[in-house]
């Protein structure tokens, strides 16, 4: 068997199971999408009601896109593709960097360049395997929309879009891999980037120019910046327009290149933007444990705390634009609701509601990376020197614990303050401000419910932290903040946290589900200490 072809089964074996979950994922997020779609606007003239009111609203033409035509098909696009693209994107940038900066971070790249394989090998391998995996992703779509009715032309388009959009975001993390000298770094970079190309498309269909009919639109430049942009703009099922997608490919030729260039200039293990260096003598609050763990997390949590105030910014600014909605149309209100399992209340609230779940999901995220690097401590060996202090393993975890919770409560702090005060530089209400606290609040139990399961996870599991952690986290975002708008079963949505996270409707908020999730938050989290007494070091 030849090098590159083992180096291509050891990427397969080795994520299997993940990429089991993320490409059938996708896939049933797209059959969903097309049942919910069919189920709930089968009727021309409720789609055409729902169009006009979009294309009158940038706050739902910035969360989905612009539409394209009334027809069945088309409406499943505008529905779903942008969400599609980016969990492609995010998948892939993962990728990447797992199999590049973290072997490098691990040590393994070096060993492996001292094989027959060399430094370039395992780059090709990875550009290969990436590309491999994009064509099943791509296809599986496009295998979802057939099997849910949709038009087999418009279908295969909408498959190589997505598979498109994931491979630029491949090159993304490659990329990202070569400008930051930790694989925490690079996720945090390719992953902004995917935010970023969202939010630049977003304000492009936002600021699109609408046809006579208002059935149609035409995207500002904006959106021809962004490659989810370029995706859109196949116009599935409508146009069935590859030719965008040759920007998708110059991109990541490009960036491929610039790879290969960055690869052959530097060390193993250096990188683009070396770290600064560090202090001769450590400061006098760096002697506990506790203070080691925020020391090793605080940039991280910067990161995820500055995506948790765009978000509430984007809340506060829209806010406005969403109240006029429930009188152009109630049936958006419907539509709103649809993403907040047992949603009342205004449709301001609902909106405030749905965009804090996304804020939510940020603080999860965040919580879950700081259990993952507590795992990462194990693995390289420099937790043993700290727990060869008088450090016990419990003050170890309880010091993380700790740091996890804090992370948690900063990111939603930020977010709730954004909106606040976004809310009030456009002249909103006092309540306004109310309500954004009262959603950042509501989002705490659920975040904090991934924090101790991930925790347990460690202690019991510890080879399982990182595979497990991403993906109950992507299972959880998935079902709870898209189950509604695909038209998911209602017991499949009951598993995400996020389903049960309170919707702050003033006094007559119901917050038994955030108390019964901050309840076995609390059992979970000693759970894991007292497990953790017992538990030894495991570094394989």
């Known amino acids: 068997m030849s090098t590159l072809a083992t180096l291509l089964l050891q990427r ?42 979009a294309v009158a609203n940038p706050s739902i033409l910035m969360l989905r896109g612009t539409p394209e035509g009334g027809g069945l098909d088309q409406f499943v696009f505008f529905e779903i593709f942008t969400f599609i693209a980016v969990l492609a994107g995010l998948m892939n940038t993962f990728l990447a960097v797992r199999h590049s900066r973290a072997e490098e971070e691990s040590g393994r790249a070096e060993l492996l360049a001292a094989t027959p394989a060399g430094r370039t090998l395992p780059s090709v391998a990875t550009i290969i395997y990436g590309a491999l995996v ?173 995506g948790g105030a765009l978000g509430g910014l984007l809340t506060g600014t829209l806010a406005n634009a969403v109240s006029g909605a429930a009188t152009a149309d109630p049936t958006v209100e419907k539509v709103m609701a649809s993403l907040i399992p047992g949603g009342k209340g205004s449709l301001v ?95 705490l139990p659920a975040a904090l419910l991934y924090l101790s399961a991930l925790a347990l996870v460690f202690v019991a599991l510890p080879a399982w932290t990182v595979g497990l952690g991403w993906t109950l986290l992507g299972l959880g975002t998935v079902f709870g903040l898209f189950g509604g708008l695909v038209g998911m079963p209602e017991w499949l949505r009951n598993l995400s946290p996020f389903t049960h996270s309170p919707v702050p409707i003033g006094t007559s908020t119901d917050w038994s589900g955030g108390i019964w999730m901050l309840c076995i938050a609390v059992v979970v989290a000693l759970a894991a200490t007292a497990t953790m007494t017992r538990r030894e070091l495991n570094t394989a």
């Not at 080795?14 to 049933?28: E, K, M, P």
């Not at 080691?292 to 995820?304: E, F, I, K, N, S």
């Open 134 to 306: 994009n064509v099943a992703i791509g296809t599986f779509v496009a295998l979802a929309f057939i099997a849910g009715g949709l038009d087999p032309k418009g279908s295969f388009i909408a498959g190589c879009a997505t598979a498109a959009v994931g491979l630029t975001f491949l090159a993304v993390g490659l990329f990202a891999a070569q400008l930051m000298r930790t694989s925490r770094g690079a996720n945090g970079v390719a992953a902004a980037a995917v935010t970023g190309a969202y939010v630049i498309r977003g304000i492009g269909d936002a600021l699109a120019t609408p046809a006579a009919d208002h059935l149609n639109m035409t995207p500002a430049w904006w959106s021809w910046v962004s490659p989810i942009g370029w995706g859109q703009q196949t116009l599935a099922f409508d146009a069935n327009n590859l030719t965008p997608l040759l920007l998708n490919l110059a991109l990541t030729a490009a960036l491929l290149a610039l790879v290969f260039v960055l690869q052959g200039q530097r060390d193993s293990g250096a990188s683009l933007l070396s770290g600064r260096l560090g202090r001769v003598d450590a400061r006098s609050t760096l002697s506990t444990s506790l203070a080691l763990a925020w020391r090793l997390q605080w940039p991280t949590v910067v990161g995820w705390c500055v």
């Open 349 to 443: 609230q609902l909106f405030i509601s749905a965009i804090f779940v996304m804020v939510g999901v940020l603080a999860a995220a965040c919580a879950t990376q700081v259990i993952i690097r507590m795992r990462q401590e194990e693995v390289s060996g420099t937790a043993e020197q700290v727990l060869a202090t008088r450090v016990s393993r419990v003050r170890w975890l309880v010091g993380y614990f700790t740091v996890g919770t804090a992370s948690i409560v900063l990111v939603l702090l930020s977010g709730a303050v954004a909106s606040a005060l976004s809310a009030l530089a456009v002249g909103d209400t006092s309540a306004r401000v109310g309500d954004s606290f009262a959603a950042a609040t509501a989002q």
């Open 12 to 53: 397969l074996r080795r994520d299997r199971l993940q990429l089991v979950i993320w490409i059938f994922g996708i896939a049933l997020l797209a059959l969903f999408s097309v049942s919910a779609v069919e189920k709930t606007y089968g009727d021309p003239a409720g789609r055409a009601s729902i169009l006009q009111l």
